[in-house]
């Protein structure tokens, strides 16, 4: 089957432009999660998307930042006024909840943004 | 939160066996351990989990001690495509999972 889907694979914009990234998570999967990761680094949660609760924000490093999840599959991320420093990868990855299940993360191959 | 702890490199030679241990002090009860290797430009692949004792597949084994407060990663025979960086996740559904800075190991001829 498909796995985790993120577009486009590489985004170049110029500083203080909107960017919208987009994560198209493997069916069925109701968690969903994205990370950034800056050359050789680790990676930097950010937010995190489950079934139909809240979503845990605590990640986003400033309200620049937002995603979204409709309905309960593909989730976009969001980065307004880009700075050179959101220049990263941004990971997706999705799994699935069933109960006493702890299913791991599968990870989409990333989306590398350049802010020029 | 349980925070991950590993070596940043490690170094070996095709053939040898390499384990790579992940310290998380503070775990919780309902943490598993998940292993997860990252090519360049790639995201990061499901290697192995496990709650206690060991783990087996194809490709590694993952030892669990009984208190948990620390896990290795063993993987037999490497060679030069298991140059990769190694991360130790350690939580569970239904929770923020927070990766640590990983360990980036080199396999040489």
């Known amino acids: 089957g498909a796995g985790v889907s993120q577009s486009p694979s590489n985004k170049v914009t110029e500083k203080g432009k909107d960017v919208e990234l987009r994560c198209d998570p493997i069916?069925?999967?109701?968690?969903l999660y994205w990370y950034r990761q800056s050359l050789g680094q680790g990676l930097e949660f950010l937010i995190y998307?489950?079934?139909?609760?809240?979503?845990?924000k605590s990640g986003l490093p400033s309200d620049r930042f937002s995603a979204e999840r409709t309905g309960g599959s593909v989730s976009t991320l969001t980065i307004q006024r880009t700075q050179q420093e959101d220049s990263a990868v941004y990971l997706c990855?999705?799994?699935?909840?069933?109960?006493?299940?702890?299913?791991?993360?599968?990870f989409g191959n990333g989306t590398r943004l350049t802010v020029t | 939160l349980a925070k991950t702890t590993q070596p940043i490199s490690m170094d070996s030679y095709e053939g040898q066996e390499v384990n790579i241990t992940c310290s998380h002090n503070?775990?919780?009860?309902?943490?598993?351990i998940t292993w997860y290797q990252q090519f360049p430009s790639q995201g990061p692949r499901f290697i192995i989990q496990?709650?206690?004792t060991k783990v087996t597949n194809e490709v590694a084994s993952l030892f669990i001690p009984a208190d948990r407060k620390s896990s290795t990663l063993s993987l037999p025979r490497v060679s030069l495509s298991d140059t990769a960086v190694y991360y130790c996740?350690?939580?569970?559904?239904?929770?923020?999972?927070?990766f640590g800075k990983g360990t980036m190991l080199l396999v040489s001829p």
């Open positions: 990855a999705s799994s699935s909840d069933r109960a006493f299940d702890n299913s791991p993360l599968h």
């Open positions: 069916s069925g999967h109701t968690a």
């Open positions: 998307f489950q079934g139909n609760s809240a979503p845990d």
């Open positions: 503070n775990i919780a009860t309902n943490d598993y």
């Open positions: 496990g709650y206690k």
């Open positions: 996740l350690v939580g569970a559904l239904g929770s923020t999972l927070t």
